[in-house]
């Protein structure tokens, strides 16, 4: 069976009802971010944590890895074929090495090796910060092979670990928390996804649903930066001598 895109668009009042869904979702986090204060920097995790989460990130990565070429077999055993290109790649690709330099002259006054963690660990998260409701809003249109809800949890399971895990993977970052701008950027999101959803959320085969896509995606990787700008006012000014020892010591 061969298949022009990899899944179908919502349709008639389901279409309604995710848009519903979404804009609630951006009520909340708008809601959230004129509320919030200012966050603290994350705890690091601790040696042991550290270690448990490293090992579970990569074991994940590893399932999900296993599970996709499953799935893959599957589809080659039973027939099935997609014709569909995915445009959205080189976005993804030129979005992540902008995310990367970006945090990492973000974060370069506080030392070289808490710049890089923190470069490394935003830009693994960026992309699943759309890919993880993304995900949860197409699982269940795509056309996996038989039987269908085995193999789209087989996939779709270790995926999602996958993306929780890189969010929990930030906390290595002795910088990043929580801002204003992160739950706006992140409400943003959510508002170019409702109204993808308000035309079905189609596979990006169409200009409006590659749009939709692009946009999206690069918002995402706003929102990793954002986590980032704690002092973002003081990026261009010099330290002030009651700073730039402690700067020093880091």
């Known amino acids: ?3 022009d895109v990899n899944w179908s668009p919502y349709t008639g009042s389901s279409s309604s009802i995710l848009a519903g869904v ?5 009520v909340v986090l708008t809601y959230v971010g004129v ?8 705890k690091g995790p601790g040696m042991f944590l550290g270690t448990l989460l490293i090992i579970s990130f990569v074991l994940a990565l590893l399932t999900f890895t296993i599970a996709s070429v499953t799935y893959g077999l599957a589809d080659v055993k039973q027939g099935i074929h997609f014709t569909s ?14 995310t990367f330099f970006v945090i990492l002259y973000l974060t370069h006054k506080s030392g070289a090796r808490t710049a890089i963690v923190s470069a490394i660990v935003g830009t693994i998260a960026a992309p699943l910060i759309f890919e993880l409701p993304f995900d949860l809003i197409v699982m269940w249109h795509t056309f996996p092979p038989s039987p269908p809800t085995l193999y789209t949890l087989l996939y779709f399971f270790p995926l999602l670990l996958v ?3 890189s969010f929990a993977l930030l906390t290595f970052s002795q910088v990043m928390q929580l801002s204003k701008s992160t739950f706006f950027l992140l409400a943003g999101m959510f508002f170019i996804f409702a109204v993808w959803a308000l035309t079905g959320f189609a596979y990006p085969s169409t200009p409006f649903p590659i749009a939709m896509n692009m946009l999206s995606k690069v918002v995402a990787f706003a929102v990793a ?7 973002w006012k003081k990026l261009f000014l010099p330290a002030s001598p009651r700073e730039a020892p402690q700067e020093r010591s880091l």
Do not use: Y
């Not at 979404?22 to 951006?26: G, H, V």
């Not at 509320?35 to 994350?42: C, I, K, L, M, T």
């Not at 930066?225 to 002092?231: Q, V």
């Open 225 to 231: 930066i954002s986590l980032f700008l704690r002092d």
């Open 22 to 26: 979404l804009l609630l979702a951006i």
């Open 1 to 3: 069976m061969t298949h």
């Open 85 to 98: 290109k995915n445009p959205i790649t080189p976005v993804t690709m030129i979005s992540a090495i902008i």
């Open 163 to 165: 993306e929780i895990l």
């Open 35 to 42: 509320r919030f204060r200012q966050g603290r920097p994350a």
